[in-house]
């Protein structure tokens, strides 16, 4: 099976999983657990930073698998914050080239972030994977990720 038809077999199973739960984080923690183990061990580190009710320009971490991650995040620093600020996806080949790039795990040599929108089209988090590998990530991760990302909160 193909990268596309994994992402394929991954929205269907993520989007009847999700189905009716009502907890947003079980949904996050559901897919980031999914995703990790669909794509390991190129994915190193997968999972949310959630935009804070308390603190709307800043993202805390939410569900993951991986190492360590950083806290907060404010909206337009590193990777995750240039795509919470501007609400699209972040293809990052290597992320020591990137302004502003936040090491949270200095293994990290590539990333993609993409942006998670609720029913009402209001940014809700931004999921975050990364890799070991430079240049690990392509546009078949990014049409995946995204068509994931798209019914994470809708379905």
Not at 18 to 37: D, K, M, N
Not at 102 to 119: K, Q
Request: net charge negative; proline share 6%.
């Amino acid at each position: 099976m193909d990268r596309a038809e994994r992402y394929a077999e991954l929205k269907l199973e993520i989007e009847s999983l999700v189905a009716g739960e009502t907890y947003v984080p079980a949904r996050y923690a559901s897919a980031a657990c999914l995703l990790a183990e669909a794509f390991r061990p190129r994915f190193f580190w997968t999972g949310f930073y959630v935009v804070d009710p308390q603190k709307p320009k800043e993202l805390v971490v939410g569900p993951y698998q991986g190492t360590l991650g950083c806290l907060r995040i404010p909206f337009g620093k590193g990777v995750c914050g240039a795509c919470a600020a501007n609400g699209e996806t972040q293809l990052v080949p290597d992320v020591h080239a990137f302004p502003g790039h936040i090491a949270c795990d200095s293994r990290s040599n590539s990333e993609i972030v993409v942006p998670v929108f609720d029913a009402d089209g209001k940014l809700a988090a931004v999921l975050d994977v990364d890799s070991t590998e430079f240049d690990a990530f392509d546009e078949v991760d990014r049409e995946g990720l995204e068509a994931i990302c798209k019914v994470l909160l809708t379905a």
